[in-house]
């Protein structure tokens, strides 16, 4: 069964940090282009960030560069996000989702507040 | 970026109805979209890939069209099931863009 499995979110205050990981389960995660997604309350999802199988290419929104890291280790078959300089705005469930979009994982809260 | 606009932003229909959601980008984007559903407190799930192309276990009620700039998604026959908020996502080039979706309620 294909599988993603978030963990790592929780309370952090305005300007912490925080990391987010995912661990890939019955597929070829080593091949795979992965990204991370994200929905605030109430609102609409989010594209985040994403990486290449090998790590040779990464994207991220806007809202996230330089705060950001997306990385990944193929040999654990897990994903990560590295979040610093959190403010308000990135309260998020944050989800890993392969590149395709066809397998979501159930999401990590992430919750920055004072 | 490419700016991907949905509409409605929501709207209400009734059991067995026909519904139409649009999503226009903001420039070209082939076929290079996906739509998605989202029901209250769960994960997102693909219907639509390539534009037109059916995820496998989705009901044939659902179909999606589009090229270019517009791009459509319909339910043939609305079922209890269906109500729930649908995004458009293209992935046409980076940064990728959702739509801010449409929430389709129960008339």
């Known amino acids: 069964e294909v599988q993603l499995v978030e963990s790592g979110g929780g309370l952090v205050k305005p300007g912490g940090s925080l990391r987010l990981s995912c661990a890939a389960s019955?597929?070829?995660?080593?091949?795979?282009?992965m990204t991370w997604v994200r929905q605030a309350p109430g609102k609409g999802l989010e594209w985040v960030s994403c990486?290449?199988?090998?790590?040779?290419?990464?994207f991220s929104a806007d809202s996230v560069k330089g705060r950001f890291t997306i990385s990944r280790d193929n040999a654990k078959n897990s994903l990560y996000l590295e979040m610093n300089n959190l403010r308000a705005e990135d309260t998020a469930v944050y989800y890993c989702?392969?590149?395709?979009?066809?397998?979501w994982g159930q999401g990590t809260m992430v919750t920055v507040s004072s | 970026d490419i700016q991907m606009t949905q509409s409605p932003s929501a709207m209400s229909a009734s059991v067995g109805d026909r519904v139409t959601i649009t999503c226009r980008a903001s420039?070209?984007?082939?076929?290079?979209l996906a739509w998605f559903q989202q029901k209250p407190g769960k994960v997102p799930k693909r219907l639509i890939y390539?534009?037109?192309s059916l995820q496998s276990g989705v009901p044939s009620r659902f179909s999606g069209s589009g090229s270019g700039t517009e791009f459509t998604l319909t339910i043939s026959s609305l079922q209890p099931e269906d109500f729930a908020t649908y995004y458009c996502?293209?992935?046409?080039?980076?940064?990728?863009?959702f739509g801010q979706g449409t929430k389709l309620e129960i008339k």
């Open positions: 989702v392969t590149g395709d979009a066809n397998v």
């Open positions: 019955g597929f070829s995660f080593s091949t795979s282009t």
């Open positions: 990486i290449d199988s090998g790590s040779s290419h990464i």
């Open positions: 420039q070209g984007i082939s076929n290079y």
């Open positions: 390539a534009s037109s």
């Open positions: 996502l293209q992935h046409n080039s980076y940064p990728r863009t």
